[in-house]
């Protein structure tokens, strides 16, 4: 059964750093493109980062680029996501989504909340 | 960016009557694979989106038929044959052929 567990969330200040991860188990993860989607307080659905299935092509939406990272450990079977200089409308729960493109999976989600 | 609009953003239903949820793309939706990444999606409260439909018209396995997908270009439609009270949710839809992939607003299915 696939299963993708999200860990990491919590209370950051404005500017601070938080690093997600993502468990992934059930399938062959190498390969399956991954990504994360985020979901502020009340509101919709916003797709943050993907990446391939080495590593290589990364995509971010532009209000995320150049402050997160998106990466994976294949041999460990975890998605990470690298959140700096972070701000108050970074507040949301983060999902970790298999195959993009198809969006079959999800995980729960961990929620991530910037405020001072 | 591509937009999703979905209308209408809430929809009042009677149980047992069928209900048509609305989505317009901004732009077409064909990839150049032929084929047209539109998925709809249903989310309850503090959980995660569960797949329904994906390519437009394919109902996920464990998806009740009284669901279905149609559409092409840039508008499509979600329907539910007869509404049950276990569909009275939330739903998405989604075009992933085109990065970045985006979703509509939402339309919040209610009773009537």
């Known amino acids: 059964e696939v299963h993708l567990a999200e860990s990491g969330g919590g209370l950051v200040q404005p500017g601070g750093s938080l690093r997600l991860s993502c468990a992934a188990s059930g399938f062959i993860f190498s390969n399956y493109w991954m990504s994360w989607v985020r979901q502020a307080p009340g509101r919709g659905l916003e797709w943050v980062a993907t990446i391939d299935r080495d590593g290589n092509e990364k995509y971010f939406v532009d209000s995320v680029r150049g402050r997160f990272t998106i990466s994976r450990d294949n041999a460990k079977n975890s998605l990470y996501l690298q959140m700096d200089s972070l701000r108050g409308e970074d507040t949301a729960v983060y999902y970790c989504?298999?195959?993009?493109?198809?969006?079959?999976?999800w995980g729960q989600g961990t929620l991530v909340t910037v405020s001072s | 960016d591509v937009v999703m609009t979905q209308s209408p953003l809430s929809l009042p239903v009677t149980l047992g009557q069928p209900a048509s949820l609305s989505c317009r793309s901004s732009q077409g939706l064909v990839h150049d694979d032929g084929n047209t990444y539109l998925s709809w999606f249903q989310q309850r409260p503090g959980q995660s989106p569960r797949r329904l439909i994906y390519k437009v018209s394919t109902r996920d396995s464990g998806v009740p038929d009284r669901f279905s997908g149609s559409g092409s270009g840039t508008d499509f439609t979600l329907k539910i044959s007869r509404v049950e009270a276990d569909d009275v949710e939330l739903y998405y839809c989604m075009q992933s052929t085109h990065w970045p992939y985006t979703f509509g607003q939402g339309t919040k299915l209610e009773i009537k």
């Open positions: 989504v298999r195959d993009p493109r198809a969006s079959d999976y």
